[in-house]
């Protein structure tokens, strides 16, 4: 097996505003999460917020402690959320093994245990997505299916942003130090997400956006809301939400994203929304 992973380092939004395309999609697009039998990573400054993911295939994969956290265990001072976006696949943390299928997610709290991820049929292999946080305390690991969240049913076809709100890993439904994610489903027709937009300078955020064909995309916006930017994104990519960046999204089809967030407070109504009018 083997390990990546890069750092990315907090930005000023006065900087942001100087960015071009290339500039944008360096700093906050994680194009490549899977690649066969290989565990790939960034770790952003913001929050200090990881996002990874995990593929394995024909070997078993250990979620290695990399370098900038200075310790013998991944988790020796980190929780972890993580989702399979992929075929049946394991997750064995200590003693215990998660089974996780399409869709379902497991916390795993802060403690000294390995972490490995396995595939079921390396034929249809696992795509595990992943983002950790700093940890205060330890909380007990547990999968989440959909059937155990806070769903809510949000927006209509007429303004092309009906969509299913999961709320998976949250305090709502398991007790997490500053780690939040989520699952947002859009309805056929609908491509608008998170409208109307808003900011949380309390959390940053990570958006992946997965369930795209190939011959589409989605165009995600951020920036300051009276100077917004434009990042086009395709299947199994994620981006970095600055804390004082909105994080919306349209595509040229539905699709699937799954939002996790790291930051001062567990309170997911804490938003600052701004009208869509007055987006700029």
């Known amino acids: 097996m083997k390990t990546?992973?890069?750092?990315?380092?907090?930005t000023h939004p006065k900087d942001a505003k100087c960015y071009d395309t290339e500039r944008l999609r360096c700093e906050y697009l994680i194009p490549e999460l899977f690649s066969e039998d290989e565990v790939n990573m960034v770790y952003s400054m913001?929050?200090?917020?990881?996002?990874?993911g995990a593929m394995p295939v024909t070997e078993a994969l250990t979620l290695e402690a990399i370098e900038p956290l200075k310790s013998l265990y991944f988790t020796s001072r980190r929780e972890i959320g993580i989702f399979n976006v992929g075929g049946d696949g394991v997750v064995r943390v200590g003693g215990e093994t998660f089974a996780l299928s399409f869709k379902e997610a497991l916390y795993i709290g802060r403690g000294e245990r390995n972490v490995v991820f396995e595939s079921k049929?390396?034929?249809?292999?696992?795509?595990?997505?992943?983002?950790?946080?700093?940890?205060?305390?330890?909380?007990?690991c547990r999968k989440v299916s959909k059937?155990?969240?806070?769903?809510?049913?949000?927006?209509?076809?007429?303004?092309?942003?009906?969509?299913?709100?999961?709320?998976?890993?949250?305090?709502?439904?398991?007790?997490?130090?500053?780690?939040?994610m989520g699952m947002t489903e859009l309805l056929s027709g609908s491509v608008w997400n998170t409208m109307p937009a808003h900011t949380h300078t309390r959390r940053m955020e990570v958006y992946f956006y997965f369930e795209i064909p190939s011959n589409q995309a989605v165009c995600h916006l951020m920036g300051e809301p009276n100077e917004t930017r434009h990042i086009w994104m395709r299947a199994n990519q994620a981006v970095i939400s600055p804390e004082w960046s909105i994080h919306s999204a349209a595509g040229t089809h539905n699709y699937t994203f799954i939002w996790g967030m790291g930051g001062e407070n567990l309170d997911y109504s804490d938003q600052d929304f701004y009208e869509i009018t007055d987006l700029r």
């Not at 990546?4 to 907090?10: G, P, Q």
């Not at 913001?46 to 990874?52: E, L, N, T």
């Not at 999961?166 to 398991?174: D, F, Q, R």
Request: hydrophobic share 35%.
């Open 4 to 10: 990546n992973y890069e750092i990315r380092y907090a």
């Open 46 to 52: 913001f929050d200090r917020m990881i996002a990874g």
């Open 121 to 140: 049929d390396p034929a249809n292999p696992a795509l595990f997505y992943f983002n950790s946080t700093s940890a205060h305390t330890t909380y007990p």
């Open 147 to 180: 059937s155990d969240a806070v769903s809510v049913h949000m927006g209509s076809l007429e303004t092309s942003n009906e969509r299913t709100i999961n709320k998976m890993l949250v305090n709502e439904v398991l007790p997490t130090c500053q780690l939040q």
